[in-house]
C-alpha cells in the first residue's frame, strides 16, 4: 500500500489487539480481573503450592499470620485442598484481623464480590484495600483507584485514582499503566496529556497488555502519537 515500516509496524499492533481484546478500540477503563495474581502474593503462592498442607493448618490453628494467609491461599486456589471460598475467607479474616496486609486485599476481594459466604459490603472492601495498599500490595493499590473511578465504597475521585493507579504503575502494574494513560488521556485530572498516555501505554504494551496496544494503535492511526 505505500506505507513505511513505521506505519505497517503501527497498523500491525493496533490489529493484533483487537483480536487479543476481541473489541474496537474505544475510551474505557479495565475493570478489575478476578484471576490476575498480585505480585506480592508471589512468595505466598508459591509455598501455598508446594508447601505441607498439614503444616501450615497446624500453626494457622495456633494463630501463625503468614500460615493463615497460606492456608487461605490453599483454599482458595485449591492447594492440596478442595477449593472453598468460605474456608479461604475463614482464614484470610483470621490473618487480616492480625494486619496481613495480603489477607486484607484477599478479604477485601471477598467482600467486593460477595464471595465465601460474606455479604457484599463495598464499604468493608474499600477500608481493607486501603490498608493492604498503605502497606504497598500492588493489587490493592490497583483496586483502589478502580474503586475511586467507579464510586465502590467511597466518592468517585478521578484525583485519588490516578495516584493510586501511579503507585501500582510506578511497580509495573500493566493495567494500572494503561488506565493510569486513560486519565491522561480523557483529560480526568487535568489537561489532556497524550505524551504521558503514550508512555504508559508502551510500558504495559511491552508487558503483551491487549488493551496498551489497542489503545496505542488508536492514537497512532488518529495522527496524535506521531
Known sequence: LGWDKTMNKKILLYTSAIIVCGAIATTCFIKYNEDHFSINDSQLEEQARTGDINSYRTKAEQGDVNAQTILGLCYLRGYGVDRSKTEAAKWFKLAADQEHPIAQYHLAIAYFYGDGGLKENKETAFNLFTLAAK???VEAQYKLGVSYLNGD????NDNEAAKWFKLAADKGHATSQVNLGMLHLTEAIGPKNTQEALRLFNLAA???NGY???FLGSIYLDGDGD
Open 206 to 208: 511491552d508487558q503483551d
Open 153 to 156: 465504597g467511597i466518592n468517585k
Open 135 to 137: 502497606e504497598g500490595v
Open 212 to 214: 496498551a496496544q489497542l
